[in-house]
């Protein structure tokens, strides 16, 4: 599937960070962002979604330490124009969401988008209902409605409560930011989050919720790779298939 074509309601400058500096813990001794999905790193998939939507200027991709070769050496391979930089991450996510916005162009890029690199299963119609969405507040995020009961539990594991599952949304990425906005609220939150969304919440600024989709699932244990590499051939994605011959395929 392509991405939608610009329109004159559309930012003239859209940058996306691409997160992928964590430690897949949860995946035992494999290096999800490089685990063989399709014939490519499961990085390549989600890099070439945003590579080819014409509503993105510039790409950063934010890697581990040990990643970082092989990140630079795949973006040169795949030639991908729009990545501008393959930067190493932090200690924390949002220490790595912060020196990517440090590589982006100056004063080019007016909105942010925030995805995972562990998504590769992204649609870009998901990134045209987030832009719709950050018009309202100028923060938005990804987002679907929770198909399980959650319980609020306590440390030794009673059940305290039951929240309303309709209030209840699991959030995605991508996240969509107003550049001035996204740069405040990461100058200005001290405190560890999860997402970027949390770090605007803390300036007590609204931020928007748009949904997002089911298929869109974070690789976080083996088992998702399985449901990933369905959920990818079921997308035909145009420009997503892997190269014959090309040396970053793998059976």
């Not at 440090?102 to 890029?109: F, M, T």
């Not at 107003?178 to 939150?189: E, V």
């Not at 300036?203 to 244990?221: A, C, D, Q, W």
């Not at 990933?228 to 395929?249: T, V």
Request: charge should be negative.
């Amino acid at each position: 599937m392509s991405c939608p074509d610009t329109e004159e309601s559309r930012p003239a400058h859209l940058g996306t960070i691409i997160v992928a500096a964590g430690e897949s813990r949860r995946m035992g001794n494999v290096d999800k962002i490089f685990v063989p999905l399709i014939g490519l790193p499961l990085i390549a998939h989600t890099v070439e979604a945003f590579e080819s939507c014409p509503l993105v200027s510039d790409i950063v991709l934010v890697l581990s330490p040990d990643n970082l070769d092989r990140g630079q050496a795949l973006a040169e391979d795949r030639g991908w124009s729009k990545v501008v930089s393959v930067c190493q991450g932090g200690e924390r996510r949002q220490d790595s969401v912060r020196l990517g916005l440090e590589r982006l162009p100056d004063g080019k890029n007016h909105w942010i988008v925030i995805h995972d690199g562990a998504r590769p299963c992204f649609d870009p119609d998901i990134l045209e209902r987030g832009l719709d969405a950050a018009q309202e507040t100028g923060a938005a995020v990804a987002a679907v409605p929770s198909k399980d009961t959650i319980k609020i539990i306590s440390s030794s594991h009673l059940v305290e409560s039951t929240p309303p599952r309709d209030t209840l949304w699991m959030v995605q990425t991508p996240q969509v930011f107003r550049y001035d906005l996204l740069l405040q609220a990461h100058r200005t939150c001290e405190k560890t989050v999860t997402d970027d969304a949390s770090m605007v919440e803390s300036l007590g600024h609204k931020v928007k919720v748009f949904m997002g989709s089911y298929s869109n699932i974070k690789v976080t244990t083996p088992e998702d790779l399985a449901v990933a590499e369905i959920f990818l051939r079921a997308m035909d994605h145009a420009g997503r298939q892997p190269d014959e011959g090309n040396r970053w395929r793998q059976e």
